[in-house]
């Protein structure tokens, strides 16, 4: 018999099991101030083993017959270690397991005991998220020991997920801030030869966007935004910035100097990602790497002669830009960028954005 997930009547609780408070635990316990559930309709059994938990050091335990009280319990969210007998009156324990698995109990730990020496439902309890299991009949003190083995090992896995939590989180915001400073270099960067040059800025921006559609394009979505930083870099590079023009701006700002330094080194990003790409091209690392920064050299190019011969005089015109790829003059151009380019990025480019 399988059950929904989804608050049971109090009765159930009332008919199904009761609540006792042991004896004052050790505090140095794993189990001190946690409460114990106990899922068995054994009645002597279900004594030995709230003895044996109190014996260790759990502060409260609760104990019910049937899987219709387990389940009021673990959505009442009150227990932290389940100890669950399979064979119980009113449904199989395993159904317990499958809705732990799915809900929010599926930090709970569970330590299942069964009288059912079958492998198959062993391991599929197991398989389900059990932490352990005990085939009866089985000593307490062996009990006492998984017990508190299933705590320790539930405490460390929580703490090791709050650490890596954490750095996930100072991760994401290091890396905003590196994109942030980089994306800030170029745009001053792109501004500055705007004087000399017009539209330089906005071709930059047009050109980093376009390289960022055929990067997730070519199959390289987690190196589209380093590859788009990439080119329009390539834009202030191929249109030449004079050392006259960086001391202007050094002048104005004097970090300036030292960002555009740092922006050169950041540009194609988190190394990991690369990593990432090169196994799912079954590349080696470093292999990869000089083979991006080339591509993303390729990829500028495709799209720069794109975007010069598409935007003229405040006019877009894709299929003026997609023509130009095709001639004779583009013939030293990738051609499988080119034919990815015009496929699946040009058709989903809109005029009366540019």
Do not use: Y
Not at 104 to 127: F, H, K
Not at 200 to 224: T, Y
Not at 251 to 271: H, I, M, N
Request: charged share 25%.
């Amino acid at each position: 018999m399988r059950w929904d997930w989804s608050p049971p009547g109090r009765h159930a609780r009332q008919n199904g099991g009761v609540t006792t408070d042991g004896d004052v635990p050790p505090r140095n316990s794993p189990a001190h101030g946690l409460t114990v559930l106990i899922v068995e309709d054994d009645d002597d059994q279900a004594f030995l083993v709230r003895e044996a938990m109190s014996a260790i050091g759990f502060t409260s335990s609760i104990v019910v017959a049937t899987a219709r009280a387990a389940l009021e319990e673990l959505w009442a969210g009150t227990c932290d270690l389940v100890i669950l007998d399979l064979g119980l009156p009113d449904a199989d324990g395993m159904s317990i397991l499958e809705l732990m698995r799915h809900g929010d109990q599926l930090g709970i730990p569970v330590l299942v005991v069964t009288g059912d020496a079958n492998p198959e439902r062993r391991v599929r309890a197991l398989e389900l998220g059990a932490q352990d299991l005990l085939v009866k009949p089985f000593d307490m003190v062996e009990l006492s020991a998984r017990a508190r083995r299933a705590l320790r090992t539930h405490d460390d896995l929580e703490a090791a997920s709050v650490v890596a939590r954490t750095l996930a989180r100072e991760l994401t915001v290091l890396t905003e801030t590196v994109d942030e400073q980089t994306s800030v270099v170029i745009a001053t960067l792109l501004n500055a030869l705007e004087a000399r040059l017009p539209h330089v800025h906005a071709r930059g921006l047009r050109v980093g966007d376009f390289v960022q559609r055929l990067a997730v394009a070519f199959d390289l979505p987690e190196l589209a935004v380093q590859l788009g930083a990439a080119a329009r870099a390539h834009e202030v590079g191929m249109l030449t910035l004079s050392d006259a023009d960086v001391a202007a701006l050094e002048a104005g700002d004097p970090l300036v100097g030292d960002a555009c330094e740092r922006a050169s080194l950041l540009l194609l990003g988190d190394r990991d990602q690369v990593t990432a790409a090169a196994a799912r091209f079954r590349r080696p690392a470093q292999d990869f790497v000089r083979h991006i920064d080339r591509l993303a050299a390729r990829m500028t190019s495709v799209c720069h002669i794109f975007d010069v011969a598409a935007v003229d005089h405040g006019t877009f015109d894709p299929e003026r830009g997609a023509d130009a790829l095709l001639a004779e003059d583009a013939v030293g151009l990738d051609a499988d960028l080119i034919d990815t380019f015009i496929e699946e990025c040009v058709p989903a480019l809109n005029p009366h954005t540019f």
